[in-house]
């Protein structure tokens, strides 16, 4: 009886295991009916013409997801993200740091450095831009506009401060901190006894 060379032997292996993995690839497609299509943030953004801001925190699409994102979803992804009305991003604040950290931090970057989209330090917008870009938004960029969802008050405070940003007039990247309240002893095996 002719020994079979071990080189071809282990060429039959792997053929019959790289046929096995295509068999079954399409098997499982065939069994789910054939070529799915699969809609993408971007696809969802060019069919709605809502930028991915409007679903998402961050436009990259990692994050919790904004009221209007949930509400789309929850109604079956329609042709239209839904209008809220009336919704206030930041009910009863007036500062101009804290509404940038609520409605534009995550994409910005706390400290204007840009995160997923332009860095607004050293860009030396005008209040009256920064007031206008706001409100309206920047489509073609993917920053959603926050018109109705800001008071006067609010959005004259928050492109007060984004003005500010570009010139270098603000610090956001120091933050005081209360002292500490918590004291720890630590004590033999790994558990802290203290106030």
Same mark, same amino acid.
């Given at each position: 009886?002719?020994?079979?060379?071990?080189?071809?032997?282990?060429?039959?292996?792997?053929?019959?295991?790289?046929?096995?993995?295509?068999?079954? +690839?399409?098997?499982?497609?065939?069994?789910?009916?054939?070529?799915?299509?699969?809609?993408?943030?971007?696809? +969802? #953004?060019?069919?709605?013409?809502?930028?991915?801001?409007?679903?998402?925190?961050?436009?990259?699409?990692?994050?919790?997801?904004?009221?209007?994102?949930?509400?789309? *979803?929850?109604?079956?992804?329609?042709?239209?993200?839904?209008?809220?009305? *009336?919704?206030?991003?930041?009910?009863?604040?007036?500062?101009?740091?804290?509404?940038?950290?609520?409605?534009?931090?995550?994409?910005?970057? @706390?400290?204007?450095?840009?995160?997923?989209?332009?860095?607004?330090?050293?860009?030396?917008?005008?209040?009256?831009?920064?007031?206008?870009?706001?409100?309206?938004?920047?489509?073609?960029?993917?920053?959603?506009?926050?018109?109705?969802?800001?008071?006067?008050?609010?959005?004259?405070?928050? #492109?007060?401060?984004?003005?500010?940003?570009?010139?270098?007039?603000?610090?956001?990247?120091? +933050?005081?901190?209360?002292?500490?309240?918590?004291?720890?002893?630590?004590?033999?095996? @790994?558990?802290?006894?203290?106030?």
């Amino acid at each position: 009886m002719k020994r079979i060379p071990p080189a071809v032997v282990r060429f039959g292996q792997l053929a019959f295991i790289i046929g096995a993995a295509i068999a079954t +690839y399409f098997g499982v497609q065939w069994s789910l009916g054939g070529e799915r299509v699969v809609s993408a943030l971007p696809e +969802y #953004s060019t069919r709605t013409g809502e930028p991915c801001g409007a679903c998402h925190v961050n436009p990259g699409g990692g994050g919790p997801r904004t009221l209007r994102g949930l509400l789309w *979803g929850a109604r079956g992804r329609p042709e239209a993200i839904p209008d809220l009305p *009336g919704l206030m991003i930041a009910p009863g604040v007036t500062d101009g740091l804290e509404l940038y950290d609520i409605a534009c931090a995550g994409c910005h970057g @706390y400290s204007g450095e840009g995160l997923f989209a332009i860095d607004l330090a050293g860009r030396e917008i005008s209040r009256t831009a920064a007031r206008t870009f706001i409100r309206r938004g920047i489509i073609d960029l993917g920053m959603p506009a926050f018109g109705d969802q800001l008071t006067e008050e609010q959005l004259e405070s928050l #492109s007060t401060f984004v003005a500010d940003l570009g010139e270098g007039l603000v610090l956001t990247n120091e +933050y005081p901190l209360l002292p500490a309240q918590f004291i720890c002893v630590p004590v033999y095996p @790994y558990t802290c006894e203290g106030d």
